[in-house]
């Protein structure tokens, strides 16, 4: 009986605990979208339908986890009013888990986002950043999170973008640590803590977490963010094309298998993906598929009557007309991002008109700073600050020409990965640039007022706070000379459009690419 016993023991001891199944429920780049965002012909996301999708999932599913890629804040009135705090109301409500700081969470600096976190019912996470040294944040900011999910461990990582310096404005006590020394270390101590199921919560960008599944081991899956990215497959005439497989599938360095998923932008999918791990944390089994959030999805009544209230103080605001655009102004990213836009143009030719009192013969605009278009039509304060929500400022830097040359140069440096840096210039300039040639001598004209640019001479450019500052790597802006008018870039757009109330604006050939490859 006794050796019955231990051998009943032992067999009891050395079996395999079942597999587990875990849902993942995301959202990425929302950007103070609370309502819906018109795509093709039809209306997608908004949080109500989004509370609709996410009760019924969390319902249904097996061991739900609600996640999101970061950039919650900016980009709309209900961000420029409430600074995110209407965002995690629904969140709280909906019953997010973990959220990844975005570089957007801190636009308005480390204040927004501390006020944000205190209010969040979940951690807020970033491994690659330190904030101790920020009387705002610290404790409020963690590397990671350990959540019980079916009884199971799953650690939860989070990432923001290294280029968040560049970007916005963390300020000077917050500490960028190198990423994937800050996420292998992060991984590790989830393993020795006895987690073996790990989830990134990233805002570091579709080809970045490609980069991070291959080279950090311990990590099971990635939730993108930071490049609304749409993967998956959708039978949807109103949606752009996929740019991958959902998920996508990366061998990690532990000979297992990494899995990227993304949701796009503005809550216009809701990405769910369920995942089966074995007892030792590995990936054995997956299937899913981003939901449209579409209009046929019924409204969260809860949701929708708190919408409409938060609505109340922005409605005149809204609807406020300042001018009629004549034809449609793209400002499409990705167009702006790469070549002559016609809303670039008009948001340059506004800088220079109001920095023209202060002496600036010419403007650069950012594509990342340019953030929607302009329908034709009627013109209301709501469109133009969806294009402008940054709150920067109008700034005034002297710049030879040469350092003019270097900052286009630097713009069209990375053309075909579709960043920020991309430049505009205002009426009367133009450039051309030579994509056949490496970066770093691709630009192949300038010109001002039909003159060549003069490298020797120095010029007053007008530009925002935040390209003046360095970022989006112009570090070539730093150090020159400024004058900061204080002028909001809202401000400027409208003011502008005021002035030409019925406005019109064709591509006029102010940038010109060479030798562009043929897909």
Same mark, same amino acid.
């Given at each position: ?100 700081? #975005? ?11 501390? %006020? ?41 990582? #989070? ?84 740019? #991958? ?21 503005? #809550? ?35 949701? $929708? $009557? ?30 702006? %991002? $790469? $070549? ?169 050939? %102010? ?9």
């Amino acid at each position: 009986m006794k050796k019955a016993m231990l051998l009943l023991t032992a067999l009891l001891g050395t079996a395999s605990a079942a597999p587990v199944t875990v849902t993942l429920l995301h959202t990425d780049d929302l950007h103070g979208h609370l309502e819906p965002s018109k795509v093709g012909e039809n209306t997608y996301g908004g949080y109500s339908r989004q509370t609709t999708l996410v009760r019924q999932f969390t319902a249904s599913d097996p061991n739900p986890l609600v996640l999101s890629g970061g950039d919650t804040f900016q980009g709309t009135l209900f961000y420029t009013l409430y600074q995110g705090l209407a965002d995690v109301l629904f969140m709280n409500y909906q019953g997010y888990q973990a959220m990844a700081v #975005g570089n957007h969470e801190f636009d308005n600096g480390p204040a927004a986002l501390a %006020r944000f976190a205190q209010k969040a019912k979940f951690p807020v996470l970033a491994a690659n950043i330190d904030v101790s040294a920020e009387p705002l944040l610290k404790d409020l900011v963690k590397p990671y999170v350990v959540l019980s999910i079916g009884g199971e461990k799953v650690g939860v990582i #989070g990432a923001v973008t290294p280029d968040l310096p560049e970007l916005s404005s963390p300020g000077p006590n917050v500490k960028m640590l190198e990423l994937m020394t800050a996420l292998r270390n992060s991984a590790e101590q989830l393993r020795d803590q006895g987690v073996n199921k790990v989830v990134l919560v990233s805002h570091l960008g579709y080809t970045v977490e490609q980069q991070v599944a291959a080279a950090v081991p311990g990590i099971d899956v990635i939730v993108g963010g930071h490049s609304h990215t749409l993967l998956g497959t959708f039978d949807n005439k109103d949606f752009p094309k996929s740019e #991958g497989p959902y998920p996508t599938i990366v061998q990690n360095p532990d000979g297992n298998k990494t899995l990227l998923v993304a949701a796009w932008e503005w #809550g216009k999918v809701l990405g769910r993906l369920k995942v089966t791990f074995d007892d030792a944390g590995a990936v054995t089994a997956w299937e899913g598929n981003p939901i449209p959030v579409s209009q046929d999805i019924p409204e969260d009544d809860t949701t $929708r $009557r708190m919408i409409q209230t938060l609505a109340v103080p922005i409605a005149n605001l809204r609807q406020q007309v300042v001018a009629t655009a004549a034809s449609p102004l793209n400002g499409a990213r990705e167009v702006v %991002r $790469r $070549r002559e836009s016609t809303m670039a143009n008009v948001l340059a030719d506004a800088a220079l008109l109001a920095g023209q009192n202060a002496g600036a013969e010419l403007a650069l605009v950012n594509g990342g700073g340019v953030r929607a278009s302009i329908d034709q039509g009627p013109v209301t304060f709501e469109e133009a600050i969806t294009v402008q929500p940054f709150g920067n400022t109008l700034t005034i830097i002297t710049l030879t020409g040469a350092q003019i040359k270097a900052a286009l140069e630097h713009g069209v440096a990375t053309w075909d990965q579709n960043k920020g840096q991309f430049l505009h210039v205002s009426r009367g300039m133009s450039y051309s640039f030579d994509l056949s040639k490496p970066a770093g001598s691709r630009v192949t004209a300038v010109t001002l007022n039909g003159q060549p640019l003069d490298d020797a001479r120095s010029y007053k450019v007008a530009t925002n706070n935040f390209t003046a500052a360095g970022g989006d790597g112009f570090t070539m802006f730093k150090e020159a000379p400024k004058l900061e008018t204080g002028i909001l870039d809202v401000d400027v757009l409208v003011n502008y459009l005021k002035a030409n109330p019925t406005l019109s604006a064709q591509p006029e050939g %102010r940038i010109v690419i060479q030798n562009e490859p043929t897909k």
